[in-house]
């Protein structure tokens, strides 16, 4: 089993929150509601495009679609506190600012003096040839 797939007991204990795959108005879905959260979870650890979703989540406009829908009747909301309360290790941490490091290249730039008004000096670049 990889990093981005559930454990068989995740899947037990947030099976239940999710909308019913049967009986519901409009298309039928076209993949499994655990292809889905997968699919969802891979998004969300790799900062993906959806439109680069592997096909072996499903089609990344109705696994999008889902995740939508989702989140705005609040179910991704019982289904974190569910994993939360019984997980200790998700393999997913917080990440705030003082532990996040500045790339190389940004590090160094010089800072603009902002007790000088006006325009900023100009420069020569050299003698100008005449021709």
Do not use: C
Not at 47 to 62: H, I, M, N, T, V
């Amino acid at each position: 089993m990889t990093r981005q797939m559930l454990t068989d007991q995740q899947w037990e204990r947030i099976a239940s929150l999710l909308p019913s795959e049967v009986g519901h108005h409009g298309r039928p879905y076209t993949g499994s509601h655990r292809s889905t959260v997968e699919g969802i979870l891979w998004i969300a650890r790799t900062g993906a495009p959806w439109r680069d979703l592997p096909e072996r989540f499903g089609k990344w406009g109705s696994v999008y679609q889902r995740f939508n829908r989702w989140s705005r009747s609040g179910v991704f909301e019982k289904v974190f506190d569910v994993l939360a309360e019984s997980e200790s290790d998700l393999g997913v941490a917080m990440i705030d600012g003082t532990f996040v490091k500045v790339h190389q290249h940004a590090a160094g730039a010089p800072k603009e003096d902002t007790s000088r008004t006006g325009p900023p000096p100009t420069r020569q670049s050299g003698p100008v040839a005449e021709g």
